[in-house]
């Protein structure tokens, strides 16, 4: 991604001190948007700027699994191809 670059190193560098700083991102589940993304050295292309049906497509899917973990004790879901599914779900204590 970053081997035509002057010094990817650098740019590496400052990129997972960003994604791995507790303080700048306080949780794995948290949102990083998309101009941020690209501020610390991220290569970024918006799906909405590519193809608007596959955008509505995935934000469909999105909005759903969203519906979902708000409504259910699941956690997290896992679906291949076939149409077989894993979810882990919250056991309370």
């Known amino acids: 991604m970053f081997k035509e670059e002057k010094d ?4 590496i560098k400052k990129i997972v001190e960003k994604l791995s700083s507790h303080k700048e ?5 948290r949102h990083i948007p998309a101009n941020t993304c ?16 596959l955008q509505d497509l995935v934000l469909t899917i999105h909005h759903a699994f969203m519906h979902t973990f708000t409504n259910t004790v ?6 291949n191809h076939k149409g077989v599914a894993m979810v882990i779900v919250h056991r309370a204590k």
């Open 38 to 53: 690209k501020d610390i050295g991220l290569k970024v292309t918006l799906l909405e700027d590519l193809d608007k049906d």
């Open 8 to 11: 990817p190193d650098k740019i």
């Open 25 to 29: 991102t306080s949780s794995h589940a």
């Open 74 to 79: 699941a956690i997290k879901i896992t679906e």
